[in-house]
């Protein structure tokens, strides 16, 4: 064997362990390879989708849209967003939609909720899951959201408390977790601060979100390493955004960390507005194609989201941002 | 038994180097760009030589040290290819660039050598199906022509790299065998190409079965020979790309703009983007020696050329940033 410290140089050279053992590059693979064996799509299309179209749709259009949505076997539909209207117009209509919609069993109609107004104004509208909207930039909080991130984290205590008293459960957003439009790269330490917070204060999840979709799998892998020393993997979600191709490798990445929890949107809707004519959400299309193809489980019909998919880009007269449908629909 | 090293000192540094190999990427990724043959080949409208050669010569600038200039096609077949010979001997070579170009058979290769070829190519395909249907021979009869043409570039020190088309699904056949793969793959290998892409011809290959495909190829062909060539029809490539880099596979090719649709998907995208994928290594601290702005550049001469829009989602995104 030789003498020790010389055994250990030749043994931490990962290339000699190749070459000495050759069954180990196989072995490797199967153990980097581990992913979840079932993943939980949370479809955002209706939401963050709709919110980031130019055209602003009827109401009864989007009631549409979530019934449709409804028979997937998607389990979690985010409705709508009760924001004040003239923040964000595509979305005044709120109550109705949230009204208006066929609930399926099994399924849950997250809505967000900025603050004590908008959660009063969903609870009235028979809301039973909100979600919060955080984000791991200074910047980007008080120009999206009119204050800082530690005033934020107040309101959303507000709501939280609220909230448990109807038990009515709370999932917390971070956005910018992987860059930010304003203050350019974010810190992971920030992220996981962010993130921690809100699980403290009363989340069950955490949408971990890369706005801008400047995120690779190297910040993305970077990030979460560093979030989930501090939040329980299983109280996570990866939102990636589209916006610069990256969404699907850094979707996988996340699941290679354990993550197991993906927002996505139908027919990829949305576009980004920090880069005009840019795409937005990852399509849910492209993801339930790539986690089927893995063997990954969803409980999610990928012929029947396409239904919905070409009737909201129809309604929308836009063309799909997902490959997969286009694909599929123009096959010769 | 494993078990029984595992004991000892060594093996205890085994688990450590285990462990800490966990991310382990190549520090080097090879691109090769396919846009000038691949995309343009795959592109509807017919695009003049001088623009071909522009193109080219954008492209020799921007730090990648492979493109694939050409096809030695019948211009029946291929008419964007007609101006081969043309666009071959009109770029400006850059030094350290490779140039290779497809030569189906012995009359394209003795007419890329006239015009200068110093490096071809050759195109098997792992679905008999569509080896026939698209080069109208069988697999085993395609080999033949191969070997013909490795003979006869060996004798002139010119390197041959192989094709394996369909690699992971087929437009006609569907599902194609891992095994299959592995085959064709090794054949090439065997006769003297030595480098071996593996094309996901239509796009529909995910994570799961670019691993299965590269696990039975990589028993067989080396690793250091293995190149990948995702399309990314289903957008699947990024993520087929990065399961490559996870097993080991250090060359990648992509089309500048994701250029060149897909034959049997119509409207739909083709090639990985050059861009995309270049932003996505970069990101990983992988090194390419690609300059990203000078393939947007590129990028964005053709596709004004063209008269269409980029299929890069890094170069949509970097030109219309507000």
């Known amino acids: 064997m030789g ?9 931490l050279s990962y290339e000699q362990l190749i070459k000495d053992y050759p069954w180990l590059r196989r072995w490797l693979q199967e153990e980097k390879t581990k992913y979840p064996e079932f993943v939980k799509i949370v479809e955002v299309g209706p939401r963050d989708g709709l919110q980031n179209e130019k055209e602003v749709v009827p109401t009864k259009v989007k009631i549409q ?31 109705d939609v949230l009204r208006g919609i066929q609930r399926a069993p ?26 919060v909207f955080g984000s791991a930039s200074e910047t980007f909080s008080r120009k999206n959201i009119n204050c800082s991130i530690d005033d934020s984290m107040l309101k959303f205590e507000e ?37 921690s917070k809100l699980y403290g204060i009363g989340c069950y999840e955490i949408s971990l ?29 990866v939102h ?30 949305g576009g980004c507005p920090y880069a005009e004519g840019s795409s937005g959400n990852v399509s849910t299309e492209d993801v339930v194609y790539m986690l089927h193809g893995m063997g ?16 909201i880009c129809s309604a929308l007269n836009r063309k799909t941002n997902s490959k997969v449908s286009l694909a599929r629909n123009r096959k010769l």
Request: charged residues 15%.
């Open 209 to 237: 979100a890369d706005t801008i979709g400047v995120g690779t799998p190297g910040s993305m892998l970077q990030m979460l390493q560093r979030v989930t020393q501090e939040v329980p993997i299983s109280a996570l979600a």
């Open 3 to 11: 003498n020790f410290p010389t055994a250990v140089k030749h043994c």
């Open 159 to 195: 709501v939280i408390k609220a909230a448990k008293e109807q038990q009515i459960p709370v999932r917390g957003y971070v956005s910018c977790a992987l860059g930010c439009p304003y203050e350019g790269r974010i810190e992971p330490a920030k992220v996981a601060e962010v993130a």
């Open 296 to 311: 990954i489980e969803t409980g999610v019909n990928l012929d029947k989201v396409m239904e919905a998919g070409d009737f």
């Open 65 to 95: 849209l979530i019934d449709m949505l409804s028979g997937t076997g998607l389990s979690v539909i985010e409705a709508t967003s009760f924001v004040s209207s003239k923040w964000v117009p595509q979305m005044s209509d709120h109550s």
């Open 240 to 269: 990636c955004h589209d916006t610069y191709g990256q969404a699907l490798a850094n979707i996988l990445t996340a699941l290679q960390v354990g993550v197991s929890v993906v927002d996505s949107a139908v027919a990829g809707l």
């Open 106 to 131: 099994h399924v849950q109609y997250p809505v967000l909720t900025p603050n004590m107004q908008g959660f009063q104004d969903a609870v009235a509208a028979g809301a039973t899951e909100v979600a």
